[in-house]
């Protein structure tokens, strides 16, 4: 009986961490000109290097990194981690990518990551039609 009460008390307390981070979240910002232009200068100063600027993988330091940057250049919803969500690639930005290259950015504001995932977005190539 210890166990599934321990068990039960465990199970509630993981839901409610899962559904406080869900509340803790704000809305991306909204998507504006003077945004994607921040980001471009963010991107400017501290992504080119790695990420190229044409958004390929393709910077002075890309190609002696192992894996390699990612390439923007691709359709969106093909972002090997995010898929087409604007959040996930906020998470990126925010988080960084294990065993990678691609280090944490949370010492910019949320604003300025908000800003850097309008503009990289902007790389991505249309789906192709079939």
Known sequence: MKRWTGFIVLSF???????????GQS???KKT???INQGKKLYEQNCV???GTKG???GQLGAALKPSPRDFNIPFKQWV???GDLKK?????????PNTSMVKWDQ?????RWALVYFVVEFAAPPKKK
């Open 49 to 51: 290097t790695c990420h």
């Open 27 to 29: 809305a991306p910002p």
């Open 56 to 58: 390929d993988g393709k």
């Open 13 to 23: 307390f993981f839901i409610f961490l899962l559904w406080s981070q869900s509340f």
């Open 108 to 112: 910019l504001s949320e604003q300025e």
């Open 89 to 97: 690639v906020f998470a990126v930005i925010t988080k960084g990518i």
């Open 33 to 35: 000109p003077e945004l």
């Open 81 to 83: 981690h995010s898929k």
